[in-house]
């Protein structure tokens, strides 16, 4: 007969013997780690908790109260130890403070087994570790990086848009207008009354990748234009289509049948460009146009009114931008961003994919006529001297920097202001050109009229680092003691904003040159000095050791040991072959292609930015070929290996080259997909315009969508996520913004940063928004794709807010 009074203290002590199993096997862990990370000079934190859990959970295996005592100690050490790396920062305690608080529940509750305790005191113990989690993690949703400061005041001076365009019931241009201030003058939605807001209307484009839309490589990131009675956009593949703005209805669609095979990094259309020809009468064909650019590398021109094409500009109502380029492989050169219209001159440049070879075509830009589809003219840096196409049986010069995102213009001033990016193949600078190292990474001010430079200001040196510049330079009339300048805010990936007189590139703050590393593959080509901006910058002190972070001590241990492993010497760090280095911020900014938004009457500069490093290796040309790095895209079939169409993935070809590169963006763990550093990953700033100041600063964007392994925890702890697209600010105080990866769509009060009002989308909501008004009612719209690089559902939903009649 079974004796269940003996039987019971066998279960509890094999429980005991569990607990103690788990403990020893993770102080191993800890302990093994924590050596190594020891001998490399780092926290000895580990070591010690390790040798703490590896002697708790042997006493506890045989049955000693006292592994309760030892484990308890432990976990006291590591909440001091916490304390004394992270302050009362809520997100750096967490690998202190819950894993350990979670394992000291089971542990208590051994009490009653070992040491003759009663239930009551062990589960009541282990329900105040418990509770203590809650508490601190409502602390963490509720931490911000800064407080309100004083608000300024009204700038008078700077209420006016130098663009002739004009916003308020419409939306003209891809950044409001040419300036691209991101500003809008409707004041009908107010802090007041934005809890109202609710969906107008959804429109579904029609355009999704086949298959499952995970495996695609969608992030349409469109900002539809209103231009009168009309609202114009593109899908991701370039489907050109005009809505009903009131009511989303469909009046038009034209399809210019562009190939998959195009597809670069990601298929996007970042918007379209509106023209009305000047003295055309009003019904005549294409007197009112819209321009798009394809993936396939054309330019399209379809009437306003129609949608079908210009038969007048270049051929039934294409031009194609290859032309002179030579050699194009599919998906090596196309067009992302809608151009930059400036006196009649259609201003366009085009991405080039990055990271495949360093034979890669041209980075050209080219002016159209915005009638007939001529070519105007052609800036190929390294030949100043040609205004045109190249001469028979020659090309535009391969590899040279390219503008894959969206200038600016000024029409008073004939110049339209071009966000360079860097030469094809961004981390190896050795057969780089004189001209290509004057004009990468750099604002170039371009004479529409003649196609040349008339001055260049240039935000990093040989830039290394893809470093590009992603955003529009935003003009506005900057006030100072000697009165207002034209002048334009130009944000960096790198974090620094430069404030620049728009006529000359002069700055109007002091940009200081400060020493950098000289180390890496090519220290004699490293610049010896980089500009840091006395303005502003969104960038964070250099990382630490303690920066590292993760759920656990063994995620962060492992962190901190790559950390310790790696090169990294604070900002421009130069690219290693010998082992990882450490690119902070990383290549997503900083700002990038969202850019900012200006609130020309309060004097308050908007940006939301990223807030991760990478984690690289530059990889020798042999050891990539052992490892099966990627061909170069158009290369693939013919040498055997997988498509090198990541551009921004973990493993570029740079064929030409002595390296590969191996990228990790965000520096993420190979298992729980969890980032190194500890967050916030991402924020949004208020700028006093006028100084430099910050006036408050929030993380930015919920862990609802995020968790290890991918699986969304959605918790609606304000994490700071990674983000994508811009914002737009109102007249009635406001900010709405998407673009963080919890897919939802907010409106902040300008003057403290709170959240207002948000909507879940369908998608993710990575592109800026556009404000209108029809019929006297003002609309938010904003398109819901999704983006295969930011990790967030695809769509293809364009969804407008109104508040109720």
Same mark, same amino acid.
């Given at each position: 007969?079974?004796?269940?009074?003996?039987?019971?203290p066998?279960?509890?002590?094999?429980?005991?013997?569990?607990?103690?199993?788990?403990?020893?096997?993770?102080?191993?862990?800890?302990?093994i780690?924590?050596?190594?990370?020891?001998?490399?000079?780092?926290?000895?934190?580990?070591?010690?908790?390790?040798?703490?859990?590896?002697?708790s959970?042997?006493?506890?295996?045989r049955?000693?109260?006292?592994?309760?005592?030892?484990?308890?100690?432990?976990?006291?050490?590591?909440?001091l130890?916490?304390?004394?790396?992270?302050?009362?920062?809520?997100w750096?305690?967490?690998?202190?403070?819950?894993?350990?608080?979670?394992?000291?529940?089971?542990?208590?509750?051994?009490?009653?087994?070992?040491?003759g305790y009663?239930?009551?005191?062990?589960?009541?113990?282990?329900?105040?570790?418990?509770?203590?989690?809650?508490?601190?993690?409502?602390?963490?949703?509720?931490?911000?990086?800064s407080?309100?400061?004083?608000?300024?005041?009204?700038?008078?001076?700077?209420?006016?848009?130098?663009?002739?365009?004009?916003?308020?019931?419409?939306?003209?241009?891809?950044?409001?207008?040419?300036?691209?201030?991101?500003?809008?003058?409707?004041?009908?939605?107010?802090?007041?009354?934005?809890?109202?807001?609710?969906r107008?209307?959804?429109?579904?484009?029609?355009d999704?990748?086949?298959?499952?839309?995970?495996?695609?490589?969608?992030?349409?990131?469109?900002?539809?234009?209103?231009?009168?009675?009309?609202?114009?956009?593109?899908?991701?593949?370039n489907?050109?289509?005009?809505?009903?703005?009131?009511?989303?209805?469909?009046?038009?669609?034209?399809d210019?049948?562009v190939?998959?095979?195009?597809?670069?990094?990601?298929?996007?259309?970042?918007?379209?460009?509106?023209?009305?020809?000047?003295?055309?009468s009003?019904?005549?064909?294409?007197?009112?146009?819209?321009? @798009?650019?394809?993936?396939?590398g054309? $330019?399209? =021109?379809? #009437?306003?009114?129609t +949608? %079908? /094409?210009?038969?007048g !500009?270049? &051929?039934?109502?294409?031009?194609?931008?290859?032309?002179?380029?030579?050699?194009?492989?599919?998906g090596?050169?196309?067009?992302?961003?809608?151009?930059?219209i400036?006196r009649?001159?259609?201003?366009?440049?085009?991405?080039?994919?990055?990271?495949?070879?360093?034979s890669?075509?041209s980075?050209?830009?080219?002016?159209?006529?915005?009638?007939?589809?001529e070519?105007r003219?052609a800036?190929?840096?390294?030949?100043?001297d040609?205004?045109?196409?190249?001469?028979?049986?020659q090309?535009?010069?391969?590899?040279?920097?390219?503008?894959?995102?969206?200038a600016?213009?000024?029409?008073?001033?004939?110049?339209?202001?071009l966000?360079m990016?860097?030469?094809?193949?961004?981390?190896?600078?050795?057969?780089?050109?004189?001209? @290509?190292?004057?004009?990468?990474?750099? $604002?170039? =001010?371009? #004479?529409?009229?003649? +196609? %040349? /430079?008339?001055?260049? !200001?240039? &935000?990093v040196?040989?830039?290394?680092?893809?470093y590009?510049?992603?955003?529009?330079?935003?003009?506005?009339?900057?006030?100072?003691?000697?009165?207002?300048?034209?002048?334009l805010?130009?944000?960096?990936?790198?974090?620094?904003?430069?404030?620049?007189?728009?006529?000359?590139?002069?700055?109007?703050?002091?940009?200081?040159?400060?020493?950098?590393?000289?180390?890496?593959?090519?220290p004699?080509?490293?610049?010896?000095?980089?500009?840091?901006?006395?303005?502003?910058t969104l960038?964070?002190?250099?990382?630490?050791?303690?920066?590292?972070?993760?759920?656990?001590?063994?995620?962060?241990?492992?962190?901190?040991?790559?950390?310790?492993?790696?090169?990294?010497?604070?900002?421009?760090?130069?690219?290693?072959?010998?082992?990882r280095?450490?690119q902070?911020?990383?290549?997503?900014?900083g700002t990038?292609?969202? +850019?900012?938004?200006?609130?020309?009457?309060?004097?308050?500069?908007?940006?939301?930015?990223?807030?991760?490093?990478?984690?690289?290796r530059?990889?020798?040309?042999?050891?990539?070929?052992?490892?099966?790095?990627?061909?170069?895209?158009?290369?693939?079939?013919?040498?055997g290996?997988?498509?090198?169409?990541?551009?921004?993935?973990?493993?570029?070809?740079?064929?030409?080259?002595?390296?590969?590169?191996?990228?990790?963006?965000?520096?993420r763990?190979?298992?729980?997909g969890l980032?190194?550093?500890r967050?916030?990953?991402?924020?949004?700033?208020?700028?006093?315009?006028?100084?430099?100041?910050?006036?408050?600063?929030?993380?930015?964007?919920?862990?609802?969508?995020n968790?290890?392994?991918?699986?969304?925890?959605?918790?609606?702890?304000?994490?700071?996520?990674?983000?994508?697209?811009g914002?737009?600010?109102?007249a009635?105080?406001l900010i709405?913004?998407?673009?963080?990866?919890?897919?939802?769509?907010r409106?902040i009060?300008?003057?403290?940063?709170?959240t207002?009002?948000?909507d879940?989308?369908?998608?993710?909501?990575q592109?800026?928004?556009?404000?209108?008004?029809?019929?006297?009612?003002?609309y938010?719209?904003?398109?819901?794709?999704?983006?295969?690089?930011?990790?967030?559902?695809?769509?293809?939903?364009m969804?407008?807010?109104?508040?109720?009649?």
């Open positions: 007969m079974l004796d269940h009074a003996a039987a019971r066998r279960v509890r002590s094999l429980y005991a013997a569990v607990v103690g199993a788990i403990l020893a096997i993770v102080g191993s862990v800890l302990a780690g924590g050596a190594w990370l020891a001998l490399l000079g780092g926290s000895p934190y580990y070591l010690i908790a390790g040798i703490g859990l590896l002697a959970g042997i006493l506890l295996v049955g000693h109260v006292l592994g309760v005592w030892t484990y308890v100690a432990t976990w006291a050490l590591s909440i130890w916490g304390l004394f790396e992270a302050g009362l920062d809520g750096g305690l967490i690998p202190f403070a819950v894993g350990p608080t979670i394992l000291l529940v089971p542990v208590l509750l051994t009490l009653p087994v070992l040491g009663r239930w009551r005191i062990s589960i009541g113990a282990s329900g105040l570790a418990l509770l203590s989690l809650v508490i601190a993690g409502l602390a963490i949703s509720r931490v911000n990086r407080d309100p400061g004083s608000f300024p005041g009204v700038i008078a001076s700077s209420v006016a848009d130098p663009s002739p365009m004009r916003v308020g019931t419409d939306w003209p241009a891809y950044g409001g207008t040419y300036a691209a201030q991101r500003y809008s003058p409707l004041g009908q939605i107010t802090p007041e009354n934005v809890g109202k807001l609710a107008a209307w959804v429109y579904h484009t029609g999704m990748p086949e298959g499952d839309p995970k495996d695609s490589k969608y992030g349409a990131e469109t900002t539809p234009l209103k231009v009168g009675d009309t609202l114009y956009l593109c899908s991701a593949t489907i050109l289509i005009a809505l009903d703005p009131a009511t989303g209805k469909q009046r038009w669609r034209y210019p049948q190939s998959d095979d195009w597809i670069p990094y990601t298929a996007a259309c970042r918007g379209v460009a509106y023209y009305a020809a000047p003295n055309a009003a019904d005549a064909e294409c007197a009112a146009r819209v321009i @798009e650019g394809t993936l396939d054309r $330019l399209i =021109a379809v #009437d306003a009114r +949608g %079908k /094409p210009c038969s !500009f270049g &051929t039934n109502g294409a031009v194609d931008i290859k032309r002179g380029m030579g050699a194009v492989e599919p090596m050169v196309s067009i992302t961003s809608p151009p930059t400036v009649g001159v259609i201003v366009t440049g085009h991405q080039v994919l990055d990271g495949q070879k360093r890669a075509p980075g050209v830009i080219q002016g159209f006529d915005a009638i007939t589809g070519l003219w800036w190929d840096m390294v030949h100043p040609r205004t045109g196409l190249p001469p028979d049986g090309e535009y010069a391969r590899g040279t920097p390219n503008m894959w995102t969206i600016s213009g000024d029409e008073a001033l004939g110049l339209g202001y966000p990016g860097n030469s094809a193949v961004d981390y190896w600078s050795g057969s780089r050109s004189p001209q @290509e190292n004057a004009f990468s990474t750099s $604002l170039v =001010a371009l #004479d529409v009229t003649t +196609g %040349k /430079p008339r001055w260049r !200001f240039q &935000t040196r040989r830039d290394v680092w893809d590009d510049l992603g955003a529009q330079a935003t003009l506005v009339d900057f006030p100072s003691a000697s009165g207002v300048v034209p002048a805010i130009l944000p960096s990936k790198q974090g620094d904003m430069y404030v620049l007189d728009r006529r000359t590139g002069r700055p109007l703050f002091p940009v200081q040159e400060r020493a950098v590393p000289r180390t890496g593959v090519e004699q080509l490293r610049s010896p000095t980089q500009p840091f901006s006395s303005y502003h960038a964070f002190p250099a990382l630490e050791e303690r920066d590292m972070w993760g759920m656990s001590p063994i995620d962060q241990m492992v962190c901190r040991i790559q950390f310790k492993r790696a090169a990294y010497d604070g900002p421009y760090t130069p690219p290693t072959a010998d082992r280095f450490v902070y911020p990383g290549y997503n900014g990038d292609w969202g +850019g900012i938004a200006v609130d020309p009457v309060r004097g308050v500069i908007v940006a939301n930015y990223n807030d991760m490093p990478n984690y690289n530059l990889v020798p040309r042999a050891e990539a070929e052992r490892q099966g790095f990627p061909a170069p895209r158009g290369e693939e079939t013919a040498r290996g997988d498509m090198g169409d990541s551009g921004h993935g973990s493993q570029d070809p740079q064929a030409g080259t002595p390296y590969a590169i191996a990228v990790n963006p965000g520096w763990l190979p298992l729980t980032l190194c550093k967050p916030p990953y991402g924020g949004i700033r208020a700028i006093d315009m006028r100084t430099g100041r910050t006036i408050w600063d929030r993380p930015f964007g919920t862990a609802r969508r968790g290890p392994w991918g699986i969304p925890s959605m918790l609606p702890v304000n994490i700071g996520t990674p983000n994508n697209g914002a737009v600010v109102t009635g105080g709405f913004i998407a673009a963080a990866t919890d897919n939802l769509v409106a009060d300008i003057r403290t940063g709170e207002l009002w948000q879940t989308l369908p998608a993710g909501g592109a800026t928004p556009s404000v209108y008004e029809v019929n006297g009612k003002q938010l719209v904003i398109m819901a794709g999704g983006h295969h690089f930011m990790e967030t559902p695809i769509g293809d939903a969804i407008a807010y109104a508040l109720p009649d």
